[in-house]
């Protein structure tokens, strides 16, 4: 089993509609948790770090399930820029230290 | 504020030849330092990660090494490149081991 693994979609989504995935992750004492954007050809950029409590930037919420070591991304009111793959990011264990594992990404398309 | 800069952005190498791909970050001291290689629609596999000048753990036992000659610099080498070693490779540096990775603009390399 992967340590951390992502539908890899294609999620064909309009614009203007909401569009969730998940990242189920295996390793029980990671504490931290990303979410990163990739766009085409380019470097994984931050969008978001994701909480315990859940948190919120804008049109993006991230959510944190520990009992099913499982984080969740939602994109309301999609625009045609949030075309991308997104991947999610599971920091270390103080056993694993600096090792981060990275999914293999979820890829969105917004369609007009 | 912290900037991250890899180079060269693209390498075309023939198999059995030599590799250095470098890395520096500037406006931080002492970064967690990391080399990751992305294959062609698949995951970040990380390579190499470093806590301090001179200290390198590796991940992947294969034909690549990593220095950190200064504070802020990291090298990626080979002696000989095999066709495998085609893929994105990305620098990334954190402020501690558990903290959010930046990513460099990444080397995109193609061992023919």
């Known amino acids: 089993r992967k340590e951390v693994e992502q539908d890899p979609g294609p999620f064909n989504v309009p614009e203007g509609a909401t569009v969730a995935f998940n990242c189920t992750y295996s390793n029980s004492a990671s504490q931290s948790f990303f979410w990163y954007r990739q766009d085409c050809r380019k470097e994984p950029k931050l969008l978001m770090s994701v909480y315990s409590s859940g948190n919120e930037d804008g049109r993006f919420t991230a959510q944190l399930n520990r009992a099913s070591q499982y984080i969740s991304l939602l994109i309301r009111d999609s625009k045609l820029s949030d075309s991308a793959t997104y991947l999610c990011a599971v920091g270390p264990s103080t056993d694993s230290w600096g090792k981060f594992q990275f999914g293999a990404g979820t890829q969105v398309v917004v369609t007009p | 504020s912290q900037t991250i800069h890899q180079w060269p952005a693209t390498l075309v190498q023939p198999v059995g030849s030599p590799l250095s791909l470098e890395c520096t970050v500037e406006?931080?001291?002492?970064?967690?330092l990391y080399w990751y290689r992305q294959a062609a629609g698949r995951g970040l596999q990380l390579l190499f990660y470093?806590?301090?000048?001179?200290?390198i753990s590796s991940e992947v036992p294969q034909n690549l090494s990593a220095s950190r000659p200064q504070d802020r610099q990291f090298i990626l080498s080979s002696k000989k490149l095999l066709l495998s070693d085609s893929g994105f490779y990305l620098c990334?540096?954190?402020?501690?081991?558990?903290?959010?990775?930046?990513f460099g603009p990444g080397t995109r390399l193609l061992v023919l």
């Open positions: 470093s806590v301090g000048i001179g200290q």
């Open positions: 406006g931080t001291s002492n970064p967690n």
């Open positions: 990334a540096w954190s402020p501690t081991p558990t903290e959010t990775q930046y």
